[in-house]
T-cell receptor, first 116, second 112 residues
Framework: NAGVMQNPRHLVRRRGQEARLRCSPM?????VYWYRQLPEEGLKFMVY????????ESGMPKERFSAEFPKEGPSILRIQQVVRGDSAAYFC??????????????FGEGSRLTVL | GEDVEQSLFLSVREGDSSVINCTYT??????LYWYKQEPGAGLQLLTY???NMDMKQDQRLTVLLNKKDKHLSLRIADTQTGDSAIYFC????????????WGAGTKLIIKP
């Protein structure tokens, strides 16, 4: 499967635990974007990364959330000490270059986090 | 701030036309997009329109843009069961090259 791969698809955590969401971009893509979707709301931008660099994290909550995209391996979105309000679908998208005029992002199937 | 609004559900009969509507607030929008999300899958770009266009047609899809009213619509002719999906409207403004502003998505339900 050459598409954007996200795992796990579903993750259940208790309050205070840590959640790690992984995203492998499409082959040849070096730009990764993370979005969060709350029920009945649109996707909200969280962070934009290139290999080993965070380009824009203006959509990330200041505390408990972090993201990385190492030289080798998938991009990881990490949520520490999860709270019920973190329950959402987290989507990863990638693009081959900086988002071009067509605006085409290639999305994964999403990771659905449920915090008990 | 910028906002994109869509109805959450639309129900149509198979064979009829579906019209999915979207309104946006950012007057500096340059590109507007429709993405499709089939059950259990990621979002896929369906079509896009430049803000200097009024209409774009691609096979069964017609996109209409009314800049004055900040209204975007997606018409699907001869709706088929395979069109069942959630359709997301998104806009991109001149100030942000990569931050798309998204609607909540319209779930298209096809009745036999």
């Amino acid at each position: 499967n050459a598409g954007v791969m996200q795992n796990p698809r579903h993750l259940v955590r208790r309050r205070g635990q840590e959640a790690r969401l992984r995203c492998s971009p499409m082959k040849g893509h070096s730009h990764v974007y993370w979005y969060r979707q709350l029920p009945e709301e649109g996707l909200k931008f969280m962070v934009y990364l290139q290999k080993e660099n965070i380009i824009d994290e203006s959509g990330m909550p200041k505390e408990r959330f972090s993201a990385e995209f190492p030289k080798e391996g998938p991009s990881i979105l990490r949520i520490q000490q999860v709270v019920r309000g973190d329950s959402a679908a987290y989507f990863c998208a990638s693009s081959p270059v900086f988002l071009d005029l067509t605006g085409e992002l290639f999305f994964g199937e999403g990771s659905r986090l449920t915090v008990l | 701030g910028e906002d994109v609004e869509q109805s959450l559900f639309l129900s149509v009969r198979e064979g009829d036309s579906s019209v999915i509507n979207c309104t946006y607030t950012d007057s500096s929008s340059t590109y507007l997009y429709w993405y499709k999300q089939e059950p259990g899958a990621g979002l896929q770009l369906l079509t896009y329109i430049f803000s200097n266009m009024d209409m774009k047609q691609d096979q069964r899809l017609t996109v209409l843009l009314n800049k004055k009213d900040k209204h975007l619509s997606l018409r699907i002719a001869d709706t088929q069961t395979g069109d069942s999906a959630i359709y997301f409207c998104a806009e991109r403004d001149m100030d942000s090259n990569y931050q798309l502003i998204w609607g909540a998505g319209t779930k298209l339900i096809i009745k036999p």
